[in-house]
């Protein structure tokens, strides 16, 4: 092979990232964004604050893990979430406190653009009666952004032959990392025919629904690398619900998103249908619930998210895959990411009885 047919190779390649790439910064619409997941169930913190403590369990934590655009670029877009909350006054049957730390953060491309947000939040869940809970949060903590520009390549560093790293990008980049403060707040309102009754969750008969709206970033921080960004208010509606038929193993459970942020949106829904396996012991715990689901979500103008789920008593595991239906779909060949998430949760003891839902 020539070196002037490799050249024009490469450029080709290039060429397809640099457009690629494009696409992506015009679907972002160049305001700053928040990590998400496809599987926002499974990220209640990054949600709504009024969801800590709100699970069925003393303790309940969660990692997740997303990888896209690998079929498009050497450096996939990686994102990584970590989830932590628990009841704080685990000896009330009624009203009771929540408190939870959450940390997700997000690599981005050659430049490794690292977007981290760290939150502390706090929830008090009021009692109305013995099938509804209305609770409300608050969290706050601080978003950090940084860069790396070891691999970053200019126009104004090419001599002709090639990338010469020794001369001037004549980019300002020296403010490579910043770190600013955020908080948000949210509301929730929880009904369920399963409160007061044996505290596993997989009741015969048992309907809930859980409806939540939150608002994030208050203070609406500005970042300055390039070009100052502003991190606009974030809207967030959430619905998610549990439907068993007593006759059947099955329980169907639907759920859907919605983020608003400057100019972008997430819609996201979708349903998983759950299949009981094994159920677990009304009294004791000599026998572990075990269950398997499927299903799909879509996101509204962006992709559909084939989903499955194994749950083995305390722990859950979900697979997701989004198929990428976008405007990104030519350059990404409607690969998109693949998503892993793994749930444990601290439940209590059988005698004790229902905590929440």
């Known amino acids: 092979m020539s070196s002037t047919f490799r050249k024009q190779i490469n450029s080709m390649k290039s060429i397809h990232l640099l457009t690629f790439t494009l696409l992506i910064f015009i679907s972002l619409k160049t305001n700053a964004q928040d990590v998400h997941f496809s599987q926002f169930w499974n990220t209640p913190l990054l949600q709504n ?37 628990m009841r704080l006054n685990g000896s009330s049957k009624d009203n009771f406190f929540g408190g939870g730390i959450s940390m997700y953060t997000d690599v981005a491309g050659a430049s490794n653009m690292r977007t981290t947000l760290v939150n502390l939040a706090a929830a008090y869940h009021i009692k109305i009666d013995n099938k509804n809970f ?74 809930e629904i859980n409806i939540g709206l939150a608002v994030h970033h208050f203070n609406s921080p500005r970042f300055n690398f390039v070009q100052q960004e502003k991190l606009g208010l974030k809207y967030i509606a959430s619905f998610e619900g549990s439907f068993n038929d007593p006759s059947t193993p099955w329980t169907i459970k639907p759920a859907a998103f919605i983020a608003l942020q400057s100019k972008a949106s997430d819609i996201v829904f979708g349903s998983l249908f759950e299949y009981t396996l094994n159920e677990s012991s009304q009294i004791t715990d000599l026998r572990n619930e075990v269950s398997i689901a499927f299903g799909g979500y879509y996101r509204f ?57």
Not at 54 to 82: L, M
Not at 190 to 198: D, E, L, P, Q, V
Not at 314 to 340: K, P
């Open 134 to 207: 209305i609770s409300g949060g608050l969290q706050a903590g601080f978003n950090q952004k940084n860069i790396d520009n070891t691999d970053l390549r200019f126009d104004n560093q090419f001599d002709g032959a090639g990338h010469n790293s020794g001369l001037s990008s004549n980019e300002n980049l020296t403010n490579l990392s910043e770190i600013k403060p955020t908080a948000s707040a949210g509301i929730s309102y929880m009904w369920s025919n399963a409160f007061g009754k044996a505290s596993n969750r997989a009741i015969k008969g048992k309907k």
């Open 49 to 85: 604050a009024s969801f800590a403590g709100k699970s069925g369990a003393n303790i309940r934590a969660i990692v997740n893990h997303k990888s896209q655009w690998g079929s498009v670029t050497t450096n996939p877009f990686k994102s990584y979430g970590v989830n932590l909350d």
């Open 301 to 357: 103008k962006d992709a559909l998210i084939p989903t499955f789920q194994v749950r083995w008593n305390s722990f859950d595991i979900g697979f997701s895959y989004d198929v990428n239906l976008s405007q990104l779909s030519g350059a990404s060949q409607n690969n998109g990411g693949f998503e892993i998430s793994l749930k444990y949760c601290s439940l209590p003891k059988r005698k004790s009885g229902a905590r929440f839902f």
